[in-house]
């Protein structure tokens, strides 16, 4: 069943790796994913080298396909088991 448009749920950047609580609020894993890297790169941009650590390996994960999928299918099983809202 598609999902609502109003079907939303909220990752933050610590979920996925990053240091702030800053919140991702999308309809999809992948969805979620992008905007958290959207966030490291403007962080990162703007001088906060609170990010650079987690900017660097979202950089650097698919050097390492097999980490970096058991890393992609870990967010995706996280944000399927979040409430939504």
């Known amino acids: 069943m598609p999902q609502e448009e109003n079907d939303v749920k909220t990752m933050t950047c610590r979920q996925l790796g990053g240091p702030c609580d800053e919140r991702f609020e999308r309809q999809t894993a992948d969805e979620v994913i992008e905007a958290q890297d959207r966030h490291l790169r403007e962080a990162v941009r ?6 650079r650590e987690a900017h ?9 396909p097999r980490q970096s999928m058991a890393w992609y ?5 996280t944000f399927a088991e979040l409430a939504e809202g």
Do not use: C, N, Y
């Open 46 to 51: 703007a001088g906060d080298a609170s990010h």
């Open 56 to 64: 660097d390996e979202m950089k650097g994960r698919w050097r390492h």
């Open 73 to 77: 299918w870990g967010v995706k099983r």
